[in-house]
């Protein structure tokens, strides 16, 4: 049976409570959980730069690889957050759905392998997790295992509501923009401006080329990279004298040299939406007019 969705569109409703203790087990497995079918997104997907092809994708249940190229067919996978299934469709009409549930990792990677042979798909993948500390290949985690359905739709309300705030913000820049990104690595949504300027050259296979061009990013992490769940942004290389900057409302913390919004700060704001682009666009500005943006011919 369909479930019914609510329609309270109050902010409890648009921007709920989701403080990182209370879901941290259901987090770390969803984490791998997204990695698996975050590598069969960059595994059939043609690169892009910065990265943006092994990317996810708000969706009106939950989170998607979009359309992905296999052969002379597409094919998608969706987490859906509100009947709690991963659907798998393809462009020659095949349908296949497994259940989101308490299941370890190790269980869900052989059964999503499984179901994408059953639709004559073929697809090998990197198996050990990335941006974690002591990862476990995914065929041999079964330290992971939670899934709380309540945590789960709650993770994407939040996304859901940041999504159209964050592509607001995007449209008003006439430069190289990412799209809205989720990135199943560090597990953050993002939206990424550039300068049109090559930056110096960072080590490592990813960094290299996530930041091969000046950039200034923002997002949202639901957990990891703070205490609690947090908007961020940062300008990427710092310019000189950006911690003594303001970004309102939120504040710069010297620990992660970034800018820093609370979640639970946005929640009790009279409008979070409003407050959400407020702080977008100074910590923007911040970055941008101390590094010497050329801004009129980059914005709207």
């Known amino acids: 049976m369909e479930a019914t969705a609510s329609h309270n569109n109050s902010d409890a409703e648009l921007w709920p409570g989701l403080p990182l203790e209370s879901w941290q087990?259901?987090?770390?497995?969803?984490?791998?959980?997204?990695?698996?079918?975050?590598?069969?997104?960059?595994k059939l997907s043609p690169p892009v730069n910065h990265w943006w092809h092994c990317a996810l994708y708000v969706s009106?249940?939950?989170?998607?690889?979009?359309?992905?190229?296999?052969?002379?067919?597409?094919?998608?996978?969706?987490?859906?957050?509100?009947?709690?299934?991963?659907h798998f469709s393809t462009s020659d009409g095949l349908k296949q759905s497994l259940a989101l549930a308490p299941k370890t990792v190790a269980d869900f990677?052989?059964?999503?392998?499984?179901?994408?042979?059953?639709?004559?798909?073929?697809?090998?993948?990197?198996?050990?997790?990335?941006?974690?500390?002591?990862?476990?290949?995914?065929?041999?985690?079964t330290v992971h295992a939670s899934y709380d359905p309540e945590s789960a739709h709650?993770?994407?309300?939040?996304?859901?509501?940041?999504?159209?705030?964050?592509?607001?913000?995007?449209?008003?820049?006439?430069?190289?923009?990412?799209?809205?990104?989720?990135?199943?690595?560090?597990?953050?949504?993002?939206?990424?401006?550039?300068s049109g300027r090559p930056a110096p050259a960072r080590p490592g296979i990813i960094t290299s080329e996530?930041?091969?061009?000046?950039?200034?990013?923002?997002?949202?992490?639901?957990?990891?990279?703070?205490?609690?769940?947090?908007?961020?942004s940062y300008t990427a290389p710092a310019p000189p004298g950006l911690e003594n900057q303001q970004a309102s409302p939120g504040f710069y913390s010297a620990q992660l040299s970034e800018f820093l919004l609370p979640y639970d700060d946005l929640r009790r704001a009279d409008s979070p939406k409003d407050a959400l682009l407020q702080f977008l666009q100074s910590s923007y500005e911040a970055g941008a007019n101390l590094a010497n943006w050329d801004r009129k011919a980059l914005e709207r």
């Open 25 to 42: 087990d259901t987090y770390a497995t969803l984490h791998m959980w997204l990695q698996v079918v975050g590598k069969i997104r960059l």
């Open 60 to 86: 009106p249940r939950g989170l998607t690889t979009s359309a992905m190229p296999y052969g002379k067919q597409l094919v998608e996978i969706e987490f859906d957050f509100i009947n709690h299934q991963l």
């Open 109 to 141: 990677y052989h059964e999503v392998m499984q179901t994408l042979r059953s639709i004559h798909l073929e697809v090998d993948i990197y198996t050990k997790p990335q941006e974690v500390p002591n990862p476990i290949p995914f065929e041999s985690d």
């Open 154 to 194: 709650k993770l994407w309300r939040i996304l859901a509501s940041i999504q159209p705030v964050f592509e607001e913000f995007r449209g008003r820049f006439l430069g190289k923009s990412s799209p809205v990104n989720f990135y199943w690595g560090s597990l953050d949504i993002a939206v990424t401006r550039f």
């Open 210 to 232: 996530a930041y091969s061009h000046e950039c200034i990013s923002a997002g949202f992490w639901p957990g990891a990279g703070y205490t609690g769940p947090a908007f961020y």
